[in-house]
């Protein structure tokens, strides 16, 4: 069963920065994407960043500049460095990692909040 598991939420001003993990119970090279997500109350969870098997990224404009996604195969741990942060980057943020082996299954982490007070 493969379990993804985050860390690095809080709470901070806007303008400084955090870091977010995802842990891996299986090897990265398993994950065709991974991806992180942020949801906040009444809203459905929007994309932000997707790292692809052959290292190509893509990100949504909201955060195009200000953050980076990367991945570390030797610690099995994908992160997200969010800089320049806004109140509006506040949320619950989740992990995700999409295995094909016949059909997609999709892994996702169990959320970690991160609030940027004004």
């Known amino acids: 069963q493969v379990q993804l598991v985050e860390s690095g939420g809080g709470w901070v001003q806007t303008g400084e920065s955090l870091r977010l993990s995802c842990t891996s119970t299986?090897?990265?090279?398993?994950?065709?994407?991974m991806g992180w997500y942020r949801q906040v109350p009444g809203k459905q969870r929007e994309l932000l960043a997707t790292i692809f098997r052959y290292g190509s990224s893509q990100y949504t404009d909201s955060v195009k500049g200000r953050f980076t996604i990367s991945r570390d195969y030797a610690k099995n741990t994908m992160s997200l460095q969010m800089d320049s942060l806004k109140p509006e980057d506040t949320g619950v943020y989740y992990c995700?990692?999409?295995?094909?082996?016949?059909?997609?299954?999709?892994?996702w982490g169990q959320g970690t909040q991160v609030t940027v007070s004004s």
């Open positions: 995700h990692g999409q295995i094909q082996d016949g059909g997609p299954s999709d892994y």
């Open positions: 299986e090897s990265l090279f398993r994950f065709n994407t």
